[in-house]
Nanobody, 125 residues
Framework: QELLVESGGGLVQTGASLRLSCAAS????????MGWFREAPGKEREFVAAINYNGARTEYRDSVKGRFTISRDNAKNRVELQVNNLKPEDTAVYFC??????????????????WGRGTQVTVSS
């Protein structure tokens, strides 16, 4: 049984926007740290954004600040990543990550035990 399922990726042109979504089925989603990471071909998976259990705290990697927004809806067990003004360097598979039962803000990949399969975002120049 999959716990995290991403959707919303696609092929877009530079400057376009997408809304990535992650549906979670964990038993304690509303008390869980959530994050988005991305992995480009030939590169390591890197942190993109994180949100704490109630959405009051967020964090972003520098290159996406002002363009990406992470949010969550605990009533729907969903976390989203609004990605605006996309650039070719944003091209990657985007992964949703969860640490169920931990309400904090988590930035490290190694601290997330649960991962989705990813959704591809391709930005053409």
């Amino acid at each position: 049984q999959e716990l995290l399922v991403e959707s919303g990726g696609g092929l877009v042109q530079t400057g376009a926007s997408l809304r990535l979504s992650c549906a979670a089925s964990g038993p304690s989603f509303s008390m869980s740290a959530m994050g988005w990471f991305r992995e480009a071909p030939g590169k390591e998976r890197e942190f993109v954004a994180a949100i704490n259990y109630n959405g009051a705290r967020t964090e972003y990697r520098d290159s996406v600040k002002g363009r990406f927004t992470i949010s969550r809806d605990n009533a729907k067990n969903r976390v989203e990543l609004q990605v605006n003004n996309l650039k070719p360097e944003d091209t990657a598979v985007y992964f949703c990550a969860a640490r169920f039962g931990n309400p904090g803000l988590i930035l490290l990949r190694s601290d997330y035990p649960y991962w989705g399969r990813g959704t591809q975002v391709t930005v053409s120049s």
